[in-house]
């Protein structure tokens, strides 16, 4: 069973723009204003998704003069694949596993 942790994560990561941040984080790091050209989303609005990725352990970042720099931690992406990965290894070995109804 997933633990909180995961849930919480997955919620995270299931919102379209937060998902569209991370895929662009996967490939460089970047700061803000890259990521308003990049996704269209206002600043604002890219600010309070940037610190929920934050929040989670998703992001981190990297001050460089007036600018902040966000880089993905792949290690966080690793542990929940990771985790699904073993979700599908235990449905595989259970294929064949079928409890009778009462």
Do not use: W
């Not at 204003?33 to 309070?48: D, K, Y």
């Not at 600018?67 to 290690?75: C, G, M």
């Amino acid at each position: 069973m997933m633990t909180s942790v995961d849930t919480d994560l997955i919620r995270v990561l299931a919102d379209p723009l937060r998902l569209r941040i991370v895929t662009l984080l996967a490939r460089e790091t970047l700061c803000t204003t890259h990521l308003v050209e990049e996704t269209g989303a206002r600043q604002t609005n890219l600010s309070n998704h940037l610190r929920v990725l934050r929040e989670a352990g998703v992001v981190e970042t990297e001050p460089c003069g007036r600018f902040t720099y966000y880089r993905l931690k792949p290690e966080v992406i690793e542990g929940l694949a990771g985790r699904f990965a073993a979700l599908a290894a235990t449905a595989r070995t259970a294929a064949g596993t079928k409890r009778a109804c009462p």
